[in-house]
Each structure stands twice: as C-alpha cells, then as structure tokens.
C-alpha cells in the first residue's frame, strides 16, 4: 500500500527505498543508509534532498555528522491533495485543448490493434471505459461472452459502465438471451443504461464486436481467443448501418426488475 502511494508522489523506485529505510531504522546518517541499501553515497544523497524538498524528510547536525529521519507523517496527505490539485488544473487545460486536438485527429490514418489472451481481451474492454456519456452499440454472443471474460470481471465491468453513464444498444443471438437471475448486472431495464434485442432465429455468431466513438472492438470466441480494435470513422459507419438493419429486425426483450434492481441498488448513484 505505502508503495503504490509513494509511486503516485512520484518518487523514483530508490527515493522509495531511502525513504522506507529511513521509515524502519529510525534516524541515520547517509552512510549508515547506503551501507544497508548497498547503494552509492552520492545516490544516497540525490535521493535525500529529492526527499527533503517534498516534506517527506529532514535533516540535523549532530556531533558534526548529519542526521537524516522521516519528517512528519502526515505531510504525505498533504502531498497527495497537491498531486491531486496539479491533475486537475492539467485535466481543465486538456479539456480546453480538446477541440483543436479533435480537428487534427480526422487526419490520423486508420489503426487496427490485435490482442490475445484473457488479459489482452480484458485490456480492450477496459479501453471502453475511458469514455463518458455516450451511447454505444454491440453484437454480442453474451454466453460466449462470459465464457471467455468471465462473470465477475463482466460485473464490474458493468458498474464501471453505468458510473460513467455509457450506454449501451445491443443484439444478442436468438438462442443466448440473458439469464437475468443468474446474472442480474446484464438487465435491461432503463437503469441499466441496456436495451437489447434477439436477433432472428437464422442468425447465430461466436464472435462479438463493440462499437464505440469511431472505435469498434471484436472479442472472438474461447476457442481462439483474441482480439482487435478497428480505429477508422469510415469501417465504424460501415459496421453501425449493418447494425440498424439487423437492430430493425429484431426482437426487443426486457428483464424482470425484481431480478435486477439489487444490482442497481449496489451500484449506487450513477
């Protein structure tokens, strides 16, 4: 845990290591820190006035040597609200950016990017999630689905999804219509940001894709296990008039709320 904050202070691997020697040892010189770390005295150094200018270290003459030791703890909060202050002030500034960036990315060439693995798959979802407030629409093999992601990655997942308002307008195979009982996170009701529809009976697939922004990402079977996301305005239109065909000839269905409210319930305000 301490790690994981001392990286979001950004502090180098070493710093961390000065700074947690200084944490179990107590006050030291930098001698006594380099010989226990098994590291340069000069490093040693670097690292404690790096320490030093973030409030997370002091120093002290004793007996003409200097004492170094860990400053108060609870500056680290401090530090940690700055970092978030920074990151908001650099989020505001991107976002006044944003529009002129927008323009130049009509010009970017199309990209495709493969991926394989469990974890590979995973990672394209997740990619999904970096969106907010926009509606996206899928053909999705849902009993595949779970099959190579998972339930339980799917269900968080999902609570990322509803938490940043992406919804979703799907088709599912005629045969793979939702267990709602047993997995009361994929209802459709409208707040779960989900409308769905049964395709018709002929029409059967084991790979999905997901289309969203000018982005549309394919999960392919268990069987095979990989994937790809298509980053092209034009392929993303081809894929979406392909979907509303299919869309106007499908079945709609609907969840049973006593089945999927809980879900809601324990995601919270959305």
Do not use: C
Request: charged share 30%; proline share 5%.
């Amino acid at each position: 845990m301490l790690d994981r904050i001392l990286n979001e202070l950004d502090l180098s691997m070493n710093a961390q290591r000065v700074f947690s020697d200084l944490l179990d040892k107590g006050p030291s010189t930098a001698r006594q820190i380099a010989e226990r770390l098994a590291m340069p005295r000069p490093s040693i150094y670097d690292n404690l006035r790096l320490l030093i200018d973030k409030g997370l270290v002091t120093e002290r003459d004793e007996e003409n040597k200097k004492i170094f030791s860990i400053d108060d703890i609870q500056n680290i909060p401090e530090l940690l609200q700055s970092r978030i202050d920074s990151l908001e002030n650099e989020k505001d500034a991107f976002k006044e950016l944003l529009p002129s960036l927008l323009k130049k990315v009509d010009f970017i060439e199309p990209k495709i990017k493969f991926y394989s693995g469990k974890e590979g798959l995973r990672q394209v979802m997740n990619h999904i999630m970096w969106h907010r407030d926009i509606t996206t629409t899928l053909m999705w093999p849902m009993q595949e689905i779970i099959r190579v992601l998972g339930a339980d990655y799917l269900e968080e997942l999902n609570r990322k999804r509803l938490k940043r308002h992406i919804a979703i307008r799907g088709i599912y195979p005629h045969s793979t219509k939702p267990d709602f009982k047993k997995y009361p996170f994929l209802g459709v009701s409208g707040g779960h940001l989900r409308e769905i529809r049964l395709a018709p009976k002929d029409m059967a697939w084991d790979m999905g894709y997901w289309m969203y922004a000018d982005k549309v990402a394919f999960i392919s079977s268990q069987k095979e296990s990989f994937g790809f996301v298509v980053h092209s305005r034009d392929f993303a239109n081809l894929m979406k008039t392909q979907f509303e065909a299919i869309w106007k000839i499908s079945k709609p269905i609907k969840s049973e709320p006593w089945n999927t409210d809980s879900f809601l319930e324990s995601v919270g305000e959305i």
